[in-house]
Nanobody, 127 residues
Framework: QVQLVESGGGLVQPGGSVRLSCVASGFRLDDYAIGWFRQAPGKEREGISC????????FYVNSVKGRFTISRDNAKNTVYLEMNSLKPEDTAVYYC????????????????????WGQGTQVNVSS
């Protein structure tokens, strides 16, 4: 069974940090670009970061650049999103997704290309 499972969310104070994990089962992440997306209350889902399948090239939207870091550990079939200097506006449900794009140094945050999605993990940034 193909599955992506996110974890690591919770309540964090402004300025704090949290690391999200995205674990794949039923397939290997090596051939997939991985994207992180989020959906805040009352807003549309947005792509915030992605990492390519081959050389680990990354992309970040401006709102998280310099604060968030995406990384992958193919041996553990896991992708991470390290989030630092969190702000209340980072409050959202965070999703990871996989796009079959083997041997590529490219990734995108365009949602329609992603084939597999996790169920999401909630991050609340509040004092």
């Amino acid at each position: 069974q193909v599955q992506l499972v996110e974890s690591g969310g919770g309540l964090v104070q402004p300025g704090g940090s949290v690391r999200l994990s995205c674990v794949a089962s039923g397939f290997r992440l090596d051939d997939y670009a991985i994207g992180w997306f989020r959906q805040a209350p009352g807003k549309e889902r947005e792509g915030i970061s992605c990492i390519s399948s081959s050389d680990g090239s990354t992309f970040y939207v401006n709102s998280v650049k310099g604060r968030f870091t995406i990384s992958r550990d193919n041996a553990k079939n896991t992708v991470y999103l390290e989030m630092n200097s969190l702000k209340p506006e980072d409050t959202a449900v965070y999703y990871c997704a996989a796009d079959h794009y083997p041997g590529s140094n490219y990734c995108t945050t365009i949602m329609r290309v992603y084939e597999y999605w996790g169920q999401g993990t909630q991050v609340n940034v509040s004092s």
